[in-house]
C-alpha cells in the first residue's frame, strides 16, 4: 500500500516514490524545505474543500489522514531526537500509524484544525532543531523496534522533512484524483 512504502531508511539514499534524497541536508535547507512542503499541504487542505476527508480509493488515505499523521510523526520524531540527545542510542517509540487510524483517533480531524496543528507541529520540530547543538547532530538512535534502523539524528532530522515532503506528493495525488472523479 502506497502509505506503508516510505519507511525512513538512511542506507535507501533516494525515495522510489517520491524522489526525495537523503545526500547531506543543512539544517537550514531542512527547514526552508519544510516550511515549504506543510505551507503547500496546507493549500492543498484549504484546495480539497468537502472532499479533504475522502479517500480517493480503500489503499489511500485521505488528505486529512496524512495530514493527521504528518502532524504526529513530527512530534514523534521531535520525541526522539531529544531522547537521543540526552541518552546513548535510545530506542524510540513507533508511531503506529495504521493503528491511530483503525482506532479512531483521527475521528475528530477537522481541516482548520489540522492545517494549524501542521504548522504548530512543523514550528516545534524546526525550533528543536534550531537549538540542538550541532555536537549532537552524529549522535544515534534506533528508530523504534517495528524499524530496528540505527541512524543519527541528523538522519532523524531528514527523515522528517521526508515525510512532509512525501505526504504532500499523496494529498497532491490526492487532489488529482478526486478532481478526476468530477462530472
Ligand atoms: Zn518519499
Redesign the pocket.
Known amino acids: 500500500m502506497m502509505r506503508m512504502t516510505?519507511e525512513p531508511a538512511e542506507e535507501i539514499q533516494t525515495?522510489a516514490?517520491?524522489g526525495?534524497s537523503w545526500a547531506t541536508l543543512t539544517r537550514a535547507e531542512i527547514a526552508t524545505r519544510m516550511n515549504a512542503a506543510v505551507e503547500s499541504y496546507v493549500g492543498v487542505i484549504r484546495r480539497a474543500g468537502h472532499e479533504v476527508g475522502s479517500r480517493p480509493d480503500p489503499q489511500r488515505w485521505s488528505t486529512l489522514e496524512y495530514g493527521g499523521h504528518l502532524r504526529d510523526v513530527l512530534l514523534s520524531i521531535r520525541e526522539r531526537i531529544v531522547l537521543a540527545a540526552i541518552l546513548d542510542v535510545p530506542v524510540g517509540t513507533p508511531i503506529f500509524r495504521d493503528e491511530r487510524v483503525e482506532i479512531g483517533f483521527y475521528a475528530q480531524d477537522e481541516a482548520s484544525d489540522v492545517a494549524v496543528e501542521l504548522q504548530v507541529a512543523t514550528y516545534l520540530f524546526l525550533k528543536t532543531v534550531a537549538t540542538l547543538p550541532a555536537r549532537f547532530e552524529d549522535r544515534r538512535l534506533v528508530y523504534s523496534n517495528r524499524t530496528p534502523l540505527e541512524i543519527t539524528i541528523s538522519g532523524a532530522m531528514s527523515n522528517a522533512l521526508?515525510e512532509c515532503?512525501?505526504h504532500l506528493?499523496d494529498a497532491t495525488e490526492n487532489l488529482r484524483l478526486l478532481e478526476s472523479r468530477e462530472p
Open positions: 516510505n525515495c516514490l517520491c526525495f521526508h515532503e512525501h506528493g
